[in-house]
């Protein structure tokens, strides 16, 4: 299997521009879950979903960011309009029962 | 409320001896637990996990350990490798509750040759 997938791996751009994180979970896995990485917070949870559906949003820092599952294979976790402060490592991350399943990141430095 | 923590931030050991990392948790409702290992520029990997019923589970060089009574556990490896240099999760959910994972803030491990 080929994990899970994320892109892009690296982004750069500037404040106010709108930027879209997108993610391929893996094969047959019903749990997404978006996950932010900084030197502050730590590994914090924004979202996760369950069966394309999303079950808690608690961590979502405030309305910018928004994610959608349209279907089992497909996730995004917009920012609109973006800020300095939410330049992080995003991370996805699928799983059935039990352990999640990573993938690389998404590199994101908003200028 | 950090309910999962990881108090050393870093940990030094030589090649060949054993690593011990320690988690403690203070949610009651945790019943799974697991360790996840970090390279640079890459995502968490699973590493080994362990359900409450259990106090130990072995899986070749990883051994993690679960005192439930003091909330606490830890992972052992044994003998280090300097290919296990990287930062090691710890994390735990309520299995029956969604499926999400709590992390602690991560301990970097550095393994000298």
């Known amino acids: 299997d080929a994990g899970v997938i994320q892109s892009p791996r690296h982004e750069v751009t500037e404040m106010g521009q709108e930027v879209t994180l997108r993610c391929k979970p893996i094969?047959?896995?019903?749990?997404l879950f978006w996950y932010r990485q900084t030197m502050m917070r730590g590994l914090e949870l924004l979202i996760y979903?369950?069966?394309?559906?999303?079950?808690?949003d608690s961590g979502m820092p405030e309305d910018r960011f928004s994610a959608k599952m349209p279907n089992a294979s497909f996730s995004t976790l917009k920012i609109q309009p973006s800020e300095p402060r939410d330049s992080a490592v995003y991370f996805c991350?699928?799983?059935?029962?039990?352990?999640?399943?990573f993938g690389p990141g998404t590199r994101l430095l908003v200028l | 409320d950090q309910q999962v923590k990881q108090n050393s931030p870093s940990l030094s050991v030589q090649e060949g001896r054993i690593s011990i990392l320690n988690c403690d948790y203070t949610?009651?409702?945790?019943?799974?637990f697991l360790w996840y290992k970090k390279y640079p520029a890459e995502g968490p990997t699973f590493l080994i996990s362990?359900?409450?019923?259990?106090d130990k589970n072995e899986d070749g060089r990883f051994t993690v350990f679960l005192n439930k009574s003091a909330k606490h556990l830890s992972l052992h490896i044994v003998p280090s490798q300097p290919g296990d240099s990287a930062v090691y999760f710890c994390?735990?959910?309520?299995?029956?509750?969604?499926?999400?994972?709590?992390f602690g803030g991560g301990t970097r491990l550095m393994v000298k040759p």
């Open positions: 991350a699928s799983s059935s029962r039990g352990a999640q399943y």
């Open positions: 094969s047959g896995h019903d749990y």
């Open positions: 979903f369950n069966n394309n559906v999303p079950i808690d």
């Open positions: 949610n009651s409702m945790f019943d799974y």
């Open positions: 362990i359900s409450s019923i259990k």
């Open positions: 994390a735990a959910s309520v299995r029956n509750a969604g499926n999400m994972l709590t």
